[in-house]
């Protein structure tokens, strides 16, 4: 009789040693690089389906991209938004950040006029 209680406080023990050690083997997965910049590049995705980026793109609404892109960024993340003509787009930056870059080549209405819209976002 006393050895079928041993047998069960061991096999307990055994339980608990193996779900511990799942739990430092393998720890709850952190966003990565890749997933917040694909997070960015969805949202624009998103929009320009929706069919909204062309518009804001090519009457330069930055303000109001940047409040639509409210609903689908994360609310830990912080970021900023520039609708460019040209390859180079300039905008400030926080320093001592790591930064994702998400960019978005869209062409114009009723014409070939591209626009670049970067999304550059970061953890607040």
């Known amino acids: 009789m006393v050895k079928g ?3 069960t406080l061991e096999a307990g023990i055994a339980i608990v040693l193996i779900l511990i050690s799942m739990v430092f083997l393998f720890p709850e997965k952190t966003r990565t690089e890749p997933q917040i910049s694909n997070v960015g590049y ?3 995705k998103y929009l320009d389906y929706k069919g909204i980026l062309r518009y804001y793109a090519v009457n330069n609404l930055e303000s109001d991209l940047i409040l639509d892109l409210r609903s689908c960024i994360p609310p830990i993340l912080n970021y900023t938004v520039k609708i460019c003509s040209t390859p180079t787009c300039i905008t400030e930056l ?5 930064i994702f870059l998400s960019s978005y080549l869209i062409a114009g209405e009723n014409s070939i006029d591209p626009k670049l819209i970067n999304l550059w976002i970061w953890s607040k």
Do not use: V
Request: charged share 25%.
């Open 94 to 98: 926080p320093e001592n950040e790591t």
């Open 42 to 44: 969805n949202c624009l």
């Open 5 to 7: 209680y041993i047998k």
